[in-house]
Nanobody, 111 residues
């Protein structure tokens, strides 16, 4: 079906930047791809999505700070996280329109 593997998580200071990657084992061409996150004790939420044509949508709290992008040639999507805040701490997952989820990558915002 196509596996997804996230990378790029880690520890970052408030106001810092981080770029997450999600590599697919099959073509992502034409598929809507999304990033989600789940903080401890909270439900998983949609952070950002990108259509096959490149249109994007974002969670209100990350608009202007996060940017989702895709490279179809590499079968990879990205999440550029700038001006991160403590409340961005979560496990970040990517998801494909064909139903696959990645294993998640931890992002911790801490001074």
């Amino acid at each position: 079906q196509g596996e997804l593997v996230e990378s790029g998580g880690g520890l970052v200071q408030p106001g810092g930047s981080l770029r997450l990657s999600c590599a697919a084992s099959r073509t992502i061409y034409g598929y809507y791809m999304t990033w989600h996150r789940q903080a401890p004790g909270k439900e998983r939420e949609l952070v950002a999505g990108i259509t096959g044509g490149g249109r994007t949508n974002y969670l209100d709290s990350v608009k202007g700070r996060f940017t989702i992008s895709r490279d179809n040639a590499k079968n990879t999507i990205y999440l550029q996280m700038n001006s991160v805040k403590y409340e961005d701490t979560a496990v970040y997952y990517c998801k494909s329109a064909w139903g696959s989820w990645g294993q998640g990558t931890q992002v911790t915002v801490s001074s």
